[in-house]
């Protein structure tokens, strides 16, 4: 019965190579997001989705790319990874605008 | 830019005593600020909230509040558990209606038995 899910949640691979994080939430929630936590333990918001539709974009590479099927889906694609890529991602969903639920988060690892 | 600061990264509180945890910011457009809590390889979970029309709100043993001339919030755990061992987050958005949220780098909280 898990609210908002995440997988893998570990991720360890290689610089160059493309990755995907999957998340899914089951909360009926219209809105999705990316979050990156890096090494100084900023939380800071990548992607918005708003029923399917991006809402925000931070200043984020375009080696990025999210992808949201349905309301229920918010994947996120990384092409050419490379180090400083290493961080642990979040996906969170809410009900409009109202606070966030948080996924366990992925820790990718790349080197 | 930081628009959302947590200046204290760590706290230690005796069990049963209060915890007082800080958040200042930046941006005099913000309008609604959250209180996160997350444990190791734990997703943030919401704690309370507080809207800029109000200056305190209450939920059981957390109480936030809010000084918009200092532009300056805090959380106030009562009594402090150890349970209550985390880091804590603040987190503020402007304009309602928006679903951008600013987040602070967090401040850990070790309550001590």
């Known amino acids: 019965d898990t609210a908002v899910s995440q997988t893998p949640k570990y991720l360890v691979t290689q610089m160059g190579n493309d990755k995907s994080i999957k998340c899914e939430q089951n909360l009926g929630h219209d809105t999705m997001y990316w979050y990156k936590q890096d090494s100084k333990k900023f939380l800071k918001i990548m992607f918005s989705y708003n029923n399917k539709e991006l809402i925000i974009n931070e200043t984020v590479p375009n080696r990025f790319s999210p992808k949201s099927p349905d309301k229920a889906h918010l994947n996120l694609h990384i092409n050419s990874l490379e180090l400083g890529d290493s961080a642990v991602y979040f996906c969170?969903?809410?009900?409009?605008?109202?606070?966030?639920?948080f996924g366990p988060g992925t820790r990718l690892t790349v080197l | 830019d930081q628009q959302v600061k947590q200046n204290s990264p760590s706290l230690s509180v005796q069990e049963g005593r209060i915890s007082i945890l800080n958040c200042d910011y930046t941006?005099?457009?913000?309008?609604?600020f959250l209180w996160y809590k997350k444990y190791p390889a734990e997703g943030p979970t919401f704690l309370i909230s507080i809207s800029s029309i109000k200056d305190k709100n209450e939920d059981g043993r957390f109480t936030v509040f809010l000084n918009k001339s200092a532009k300056h919030l805090s959380l106030h755990i009562v009594p402090s558990q150890p349970g209550d061992s985390a880091v804590y987050f603040c987190?503020?958005?402007?304009?309602?209606?928006?679903?951008?949220?600013?987040f602070g780098t967090g401040t850990r909280l070790k309550v001590l038995a």
């Open positions: 969170a969903s809410s009900f409009s605008y109202n606070e966030q639920f």
């Open positions: 941006n005099s457009m913000f309008d609604y």
């Open positions: 987190a503020a958005s402007g304009t309602s209606g928006t679903y951008k949220y600013i």
